[in-house]
T-cell receptor
Framework: NAGVTQTPKFQVLKTGQSMTLQCAQD?????MSWYRQDPGMGLRLIHY???????DQGEVPNGYNVSRSTTEDFPLRLLSAAPSQTSVYFC?????????????FGDGTRLSIL | DAKTTQPTSMDCAEGRAANLPCNHS???????VYWYRQIHSQGPQYIIH???NNETNEMASLIITEDRKSSTLILPHATLRDTAVYYC???????????????FGKGTKLSVIP
């Protein structure tokens, strides 16, 4: 009963380094998304996907890239990490993007950029 | 503008019912009320959602007023593991920007007291 799996759980990077945060779901969900959570800011949507091959920008997309080559996976890429990207990142998925379908979240990746 | 208003914090005795209120006076007819909670350092956990009618599942009950301007989440027998921040969210029913992004406010910090 895996649900939404995020890896790694923790990561420390130096400014300018690149990395990919992994997100996988085993529920055959069409919709997947990435949020970041900062103290006092709540969760903010970075990118989302309504199905394989389709992605779009959310509220705070700058500095991040995504792709969706399979239904199961939705990786988030930081091409050149900046200290402002220090945050907790959550991946979520739902059967579809419609409002009657609950989004289910992973346990997050805690990322620190030095 | 915030779409929902919740008390900042609440206490509840262990074993008693926890009643968490939420005001959403500007809700429209095609918007759902969702409840999530976030236990320290974990990803947001879906609890329940509803449109017009009261709803119940294995975790909680959701009572929505007839005019839909407010709702109450009820945890029938609170345990120490229910200590968390609870978020009330209004979400559009139809696919699009209004349904994709979950807007988490500051929520209610529920403390269950032994």
């Amino acid at each position: 009963n895996a649900g939404v799996t995020q890896t790694p759980k923790f990561q420390v990077l130096k400014t300018g380094q690149s990395m990919t945060l992994q997100c996988a779901q085993d529920m055959n969900h069409e919709y997947m998304s990435w949020y970041r959570q900062d103290p006092g800011m709540g969760l903010r949507l970075i990118h989302y996907s309504v199905g394989a091959g389709i992605t779009d920008q959310g509220e705070v997309p700058n500095g991040y890239n995504v792709s969706r080559s399979t239904t199961e996976d939705f990786p988030l890429r930081l091409l050149s990490a900046a200290p402002s990207q220090t945050s907790v990142y959550f991946c979520a998925s739902s059967l579809t993007g419609q409002g009657n379908q609950p989004q289910h979240f992973g346990d997050g990746t805690r990322l620190s950029i030095l | 503008d915030a779409k929902t208003t919740q008390p900042t914090s609440m206490d509840c005795a262990e074993g008693r019912a926890a009643n968490l209120p939420c005001n959403h006076s500007t809700i429209s007819g095609n918007e759902y009320v969702y409840w999530y909670r976030q236990i320290h350092s974990q990803g947001p956990q879906y609890i329940i959602h509803g449109l017009k009618n009261n709803e119940t599942n294995e975790m909680a009950s959701l009572i929505i007023t007839e005019d839909r301007k407010s709702s109450t989440l009820i945890l029938p027998h609170a345990t120490l593991r229910d200590t968390a921040v609870y978020y009330c969210i209004v979400r559009a029913a139809y696919s699009g920007a209004g349904s994709y992004q979950l807007t988490f406010g500051k929520g209610t910090k529920l403390s269950v007291i032994p």
